[in-house]
């Protein structure tokens, strides 16, 4: 967990961003794919635009390319305008979801073919392949053809291309889409560090958040065209600033709630389909009354078969589904008003007296579990 | 790439092989057609094999039979191979045998360099225009050819639109001789093929992956170089096919050539249609026939070996 990007150090705030995306709209018709889109990106930064199918977020890394022309905005790399440059000309790379290899081009010739167009001289290609392919670990893959490769290789044949020009931005669009969950989880931990060992700048789009926190320093949750919210993974978890975000990132059990006590300190919201009042130790910027939503991740609960001290936070229903996952165990309670919690608690034990359908539990979560969002 | 056919083929057998009533109707549905061509293709091909080695006669049909009763429990084949000596040793066959291929070569050059540009456009063109545009492809085979290239003489004709369209405009004095030209069986040819031409490379083009596009000029390739460096490698099956369409019916075409072409327009089709009905030479018709086939397979073989090397290199 040391090694993840989350925790790394943020580059310094004090240099001028290093991709700046200004305003930038594109539409197709009626349709409008991105809509109004700022976002800065500092150098060597892996920034993940994370979202659904059709959130816009392949249309603005195409932008990025050059394969899409804004219908406004301006998009500026390394402090120049790249908006109108044509894709042959930009200091950008991508790598494809589908990989793109050229299927009539050995795995040298596709890592080379980069280079050729810039008419960089035989020897330095060669030098330059020999040692990207060695960086990927396809050293001794030289003569072989694509569809000769598994999908693993052909993932790392395709990020040598993307790699071997020096790009000052590549652009990654699903880059662990095709693979398989065992060599996924390898990869993207190969993916950041090569990442940190070329410096260069990430863009990465995926509608797998796993892969976005893995991956990502800091991500860009997408929807209808706009970014909703940027943050680092755990702000981005634990610190929703939308119903959307908050419903869209993991797991999360939502309701609706009116603020009840609002005091600069802690708030209380009454929420009728829990049967109860949420504590909340800090305040929110809303005025009394106001409609709340209340977002509790499965995990913040704590299940106990004997009553626990507290007064807030505390609930008790029925276990009405398990799921017995090895590491966690997931449980459905139904709650008196008839409103179903989904509660993840650890298997911390070995031996231990798991709950059983029926049974009645407390449930009790920390005053600082709950997220309190009011769009 | 024989183990590659190889494998392929032991892959047929063994689907074909399967069990009981399917596999019975697995050969059925094979046979069928390859009954059909034994009928109506490889025992005509043996007529005509059998006629090539025969002797001009005055009867009906002007052949010798090969196969003749000799008496004393004797039966005699006589193969006459005078006709191929003959047909080999005739300057003017050769010229013929050359021309037609020279004609059908430049038709073919002149195909593929109209109808790639057309199957791309079509290819690219968006969903209901390409449907459009692919049924304005196959709606010359909706009128017989033969009216079609009658056409063609009308609209060539010294008093034909063409003409009359230049004379009106001032560009010449007096009408161009353009029926009875070599211009205008390149014309007739090209035209009449292209067709052939366009399906196999329409074909091609629309299977290609158009990611692979923007990955050339991603990488920093210019649009035309990317044509050359990515969509005719990948289309050259297409090119392939398309040409081989062309190429053969063309080097063998007798209607074209005889009413759009002049007198001195030698082409081989028309050389057998002369010694067949003018000379009524069938046996010397047929040997012409034979070498001529012989020559395109050829032409066939060769190209399936550049195509089964270049998929081993693969």
């Known amino acids: ?362 449930i009790h979560w920390h005053a600082s579990a709950a997220v309190v969002v009011t769009r | 790439m024989n183990s590659v056919a190889g494998t392929g083929l032991a892959r047929a057998v063994g689907r074909l092989r399967g069990s009981g009533r399917s596999a019975i109707g697995r050969w059925f549905v094979i046979a069928v057609p390859y009954f059909w061509l034994a009928l109506f293709f490889l025992v005509p091909f043996l007529i005509v094999l059998k006629i090539a080695f025969s002797n001009i006669q005055l009867s009906m049909p002007p052949v010798e039979p090969i196969v003749t009763w000799a008496g004393d429990k004797v039966f005699q084949l006589r193969l006459h191979f005078s006709n191929f000596t003959f047909v080999f040793g005739d300057d003017l066959y050769r010229a013929a045998f050359l021309n037609s291929l020279q004609v059908a070569g430049i038709s073919t050059l002149f195909a593929l360099l109209i109808g790639y540009p057309m199957a791309y456009g079509i290819a690219r063109a968006p969903g209901t225009w390409r449907n459009i545009l692919f049924l304005l492809v196959v709606l010359p085979f909706f009128t017989s050819f033969l009216l079609r290239v009658y056409a063609w003489m009308g609209l060539l004709g010294r008093n034909g639109p063409i003409n009359g369209v230049l004379l009106k405009l001032g560009i010449v004095a007096e009408p161009l001789q353009l029926l009875q030209t070599d211009f205008a069986v390149y014309l007739g040819m090209v035209y009449s093929y292209l067709p052939f031409m366009v399906l196999p490379l329409y074909t091609a083009i629309e299977k290609l992956d158009l990611t692979l596009l923007e990955a050339a000029a991603d990488l920093g390739c210019r649009p035309t170089k990317a044509f050359f460096k990515i969509t005719l490698p990948l289309t050259k099956e297409g090119v392939f096919a398309g040409c081989l369409l062309v190429f053969i019916p063309a080097v063998g075409e007798y209607v074209i050539p005889a009413l759009l072409g002049g007198p001195d327009t030698l082409m081989i089709g028309r050389v057998v249609w002369d010694e067949f009905f003018g000379n009524r030479d069938w046996p010397v018709a047929s040997a012409l026939a034979i070498v001529l086939l012989v020559i395109l397979a050829g032409f066939v073989l060769l190209l399936q070996k550049v195509q089964a090397r270049e998929k081993e290199a693969a």
């Open chain 1, 1 to 362: 967990m040391s090694s993840s990007p989350a925790e790394r150090a943020p580059a310094p705030a004090a240099t001028a961003p290093y991709v700046r995306i200004d305003r930038l709209t594109k539409r197709f018709g009626e349709f409008v794919a991105v809509n109004q889109v700022s976002l800065e990106i500092p150098r060597g930064e892996i920034f993940c635009l994370l979202g659904g199918s059709g959130c816009g977020k392949t249309t603005l890394l195409r932008m990025l390319a050059g394969f899409e022309v804004p219908s406004e905005g301006a998009i500026y790399i390394d402090g120049v305008d790249v908006t109108q440059v044509p894709p042959y000309e930009r200091p950008v790379n991508m790598m494809f979801q589908s990989y793109a290899l050229f299927p009539h081009m050995t795995v040298a010739q596709n890592v080379a073919f980069g280079l050729r167009q810039d008419s960089v001289p035989r020897a330095e290609i060669e030098a330059r392949v020999t040692e990207m392919l060695a960086l990927v670990q396809l050293a001794g893959y030289e003569k072989r053809k694509p569809h000769q490769l598994s999908g693993g290789q052909r993932q790392r044949v395709a990020l040598a291309r993307a790699l071997v020009k020096r790009p000052k931005l590549l652009l990654l669009d699903e880059p662990l889409g095709a693979l398989d969950k065992k060599l996924r989880e390898q990869t993207q931990f190969e993916l950041v560090n090569l990442q940190e060992k070329l410096g260069v700048t990430f863009v990465i789009v995926t509608h797998d958040q796993e892969e976005a926190m893995t991956l990502a320093a800091r991500i860009g949750v997408m929807r209808a065209g706009q970014i909703l919210q940027v943050g680092t993974p755990t702000e981005i978890y634990e610190f929703p600033n939308s119903r959307f975000v908050a419903d869209f990132i993991g797991s999360v059990n939502m309701t609706e709630g009116r603020l009840v006590d609002d005091a600069p300190d802690h708030v209380r919201i009454d929420c009728p389909q829990l049967g109860g009042t949420v504590y909340v130790d800090h305040g929110v910027s809303s005025p009394p009354d106001a409609q709340v939503s209340v977002a509790i991740r499965p995990e913040k609960f704590q299940l106990s078969r004997d009553r626990p001290p507290q007064q807030d936070n505390l609930l008790s229903g029925v276990v009405t589904g398990i799921a017995y996952l090895g590491d966690v165990t997931r449980y459905l309670v139904r709650l008196p008003t008839g409103f179903v919690l989904k509660v993840t608690a650890p298997n911390v034990f070995r031996h231990e007296e798991r709950l059983a359908h029926d049974e009645t539990v407390w």
